[in-house]
């Protein structure tokens, strides 16, 4: 059967993504592994990843929505999948602090069509993103040994597959059933300190929605109820800001990362 390209309502993609009631916090999470990519290497596989977005949507006039949401991904061990606290580095032999990510928030605005390609009953919203925009550390000296590229780029790529009946159907605020493929070319973190070291790093993920906290791995449901209450729930509201970013939780945290101390960093409910 040959896939066709048919636009949707925002609101369509709001059920994908979230929820059209914005009482709900929608849980998305995903695992996967991550590589090195050096030129003229063979590939490394770094780390394991478990990661998840709660998220909220709120409609903000008729026809678009606000998107308010906050996420974790954890670097694991990449035989024993646990979660990595230090980390030797096996390109410098250095052993350094490992900082998970935890974005928050996470926000966007919904409006307007969002085509996607429809193939017997399944529906696929295709994202390929290229963000590129100048680095935040780089103007710091203090970062030279962290992420002194002058540009920050990565490519995101993603799909994500949903039943086209509970698209169309009124009854349902949010679909039933979420299939996730991530994968993500970017630069090293800056707390690997690889400095001006060649390469990247290659994430390769997938994912799905679950309903609600209970549903989530154990090891998200234990570092959320233990460590980082706050992720319970996505933010009740839009608020202004730029978005949190792996490079600017490193510039604001800096210190307790040359400190050792654990990631991500405790944060108690609102």
């Not at 050096?38 to 409609?59: A, D, T, Y």
């Not at 990449?78 to 996470?106: Q, S, Y």
């Not at 070291?197 to 209970?214: D, M, R």
């Not at 604001?252 to 990631?263: C, N, V």
Request: negative net charge; charged residues 25%; proline residues 6%.
């Amino acid at each position: 059967m040959v896939f066709q390209t048919q636009e949707y309502e925002a609101q369509h993609w709001v059920k994908t993504r979230s929820s059209l009631d914005s009482s709900e916090s929608t849980f998305l999470t995903w695992g996967g592994n991550i590589y090195s990519f050096v030129p003229g290497e063979k590939r490394k596989l770094l780390f394991k990843m478990l990661g998840v977005s709660v998220s909220r949507c709120v409609l903000h006039e008729e026809g678009s929505w606000d998107f308010t949401s906050r996420e974790l991904t954890y670097y694991l061990h990449p035989e024993t999948e646990e979660i990595l606290h230090k980390w030797e580095n096996p390109f410098t032999g250095e052993t350094v602090t490992v900082m998970h990510v935890a974005n928050n928030p996470v926000q966007g605005y919904f409006k307007g069509k969002f085509p996607a390609q429809v193939e017997g009953d399944t529906t696929t919203f295709v994202f390929d993103i290229f963000p590129t925009y100048p680095n935040p550390l780089a103007s710091n000296p203090k970062f030279a040994e962290y992420s002194p590229q002058e540009t920050y780029q990565a490519a995101e790529l993603f799909k994500l597959s949903v039943k086209t009946a509970d698209l169309l159907n009124p009854e349902l605020s949010s679909v039933t059933q979420l299939k996730l493929s991530w994968d993500r070319i970017g630069q090293w973190v800056p707390w690997m300190k690889m400095g001006k070291n060649p390469g990247q790093l290659i994430y390769s993920a997938y994912g799905s929605k679950v309903n609600g906290l209970s549903e989530l791995p154990k090891l998200l449901q234990d570092e959320i109820n233990n460590r980082v209450p706050l992720y319970k729930n996505a933010p009740k509201s839009f608020k202004e800001g730029e978005d949190i970013t792996s490079w600017l939780y490193f510039e604001k945290h800096f210190d307790a990362y040359l400190a050792g101390e654990r990631f991500p960093l405790t944060v108690e409910e609102d």
